[in-house]
């Protein structure tokens, strides 16, 4: 292991960010054309930070995070950019140079915790073979050491867990497996793809105040991938939106917060249950649907559902900008908290616009308007 990890941090900058990823590109080919599921992201990321990165299902989310960690390997996949780890290049690195680098510098917790444990193998085993490949253990080591890593992440009489098979595990238990697997050969940075995904209200705050808690004892750097801005808010230092394969707003979690300049994020964030709200309040909605990513509009991918959208939008593609605070970027014309955006929404308010409607009265007659408007637009351009 001493040899092999000699190797790897050579490259190490004590003074350089951990993760430096510039204008990446993931592209499938498919029988209808190139999807393009990343398009152009570039981010930096320092050890023991944290990067929430949010989104809608299909943004781009779980692509990126795979496309750092060299797991989309297909024939079909297409990429481009630069993707840097303590200095070393991953983009285009051999399958043997990524294996040597899972594990011990990144690992990941994978979403569905039952599909990404093996059913026929032993909870112990799959928690050891990392341990045996990575460090050389004996197989006693490597259980002792297993033994430990279940205590760490809290999963109740470990001894007789490690003989068990992930059938026989609380959804929240499999979970608690995966990070221990995850972080048992010692990672410095660790990828948690939606980490609560099915898991009870109680038992995701256990699992990301875990995660927070390994993070800390370990110093590692972490990206947290979520659709939930709530979770984000709580456990991230900076926060990058992503929509249809692209970061639209990206900042430290304060500032994104407090001035918010894309209307995406404003109406995730409008979309968040509020306690202070009567029960049954009906919950804002954000309509329409994400462009096909095979044909993404010539403008702001957001402006057929943006309440903001102007004539400008619809052709001409925004490049992300820095808004006053340093370090805040966002990618829009007519920005959340500007003049010109308070312009734009009175005036498509007086338009009687769907979208502009639906955002400022919360109305989901509306929504559902601009909703049927982008699956009218979808069929004619099948048809065309």
């Not at 990301?208 to 979770?231: F, W």
Request: glycine letters at 8%; charged letters at 25%; a negative charge.
């Amino acid at each position: 292991m001493a040899r092999r990890e000699r190797r790897i941090l050579t490259a190490d900058q004590s003074e350089a960010p951990l993760l430096v990823v510039e204008d990446l590109a993931t592209r499938f080919r498919t029988p209808n054309g190139l999807v393009r599921a990343v398009d152009g992201v570039s981010l930096t990321l320092e050890r023991g930070r944290t990067l929430g990165v949010v989104g809608e299902s299909g943004s781009g989310k779980t692509v990126l995070s795979r496309s750092i960690m060299g797991l989309l390997t297909s024939r079909e996949v297409e990429h481009s950019g630069s993707v840097r780890y303590r200095g070393k290049e991953l983009l285009g690195a051999k399958p043997a140079e990524m294996r040597e680098l899972w594990g011990t510098e990144m690992a990941m917790v994978f979403q569905d915790p039952m599909t990404s444990l093996n059913p026929v193998m032993k909870i112990g085993r799959q928690i050891t073979e990392g341990l045996r490949y990575h460090h050389n253990l004996s197989k006693a080591d490597a259980r002792d050491q297993a033994l430990e890593l279940l205590k760490s992440v809290g999963i109740p009489d470990p001894v007789r867990r490690l003989d068990q098979y992930p059938h026989e595990l609380s959804g929240g238990m499999r979970q608690r497996v995966t990070i221990a697997i995850a972080l048992a050969c010692g990672p410095h940075l660790l990828f948690a793809d939606e980490p609560t995904t099915a898991l009870d209200v109680t038992v995701q705050a256990q699992i990301l105040n875990l995660l927070k808690e390994q993070q800390e004892e370990r110093h590692m750097a972490m990206v947290l991938v979520t659709h939930d801005l709530g979770v984000v808010a709580q456990h991230a230092d900076e926060i990058a939106v992503m929509y249809a394969g692209q970061i639209v707003e990206r900042a430290s979690t304060r500032t994104l917060f407090e001035n918010v300049r894309m209307p995406y994020t404003e109406a995730l964030l409008k979309s968040i249950p509020k306690l202070d709200e009567p029960s049954h309040t009906r919950l804002q909605v954000i309509g329409g649907r994400p462009p096909d990513l095979i044909n993404p509009p010539a403008g702001c991918r957001f402006a057929p559902r943006c309440p903001y959208a102007q004539e400008r939008c619809l052709t001409e593609q925004p490049p992300l900008v820095e808004a006053e605070t340093p370090g805040h970027e966002y990618r829009c014309w007519f920005p959340v908290g500007t003049a010109k955006g308070a312009e734009a929404l009175e005036r498509n308010l007086a338009e009687g616009d769907a979208a502009a409607v639906a955002a400022v009265t919360g109305d989901s007659t509306a929504a559902e308007r601009v909703t049927a408007a982008a699956t009218t637009n979808d069929d004619q351009g099948g048809q065309a």
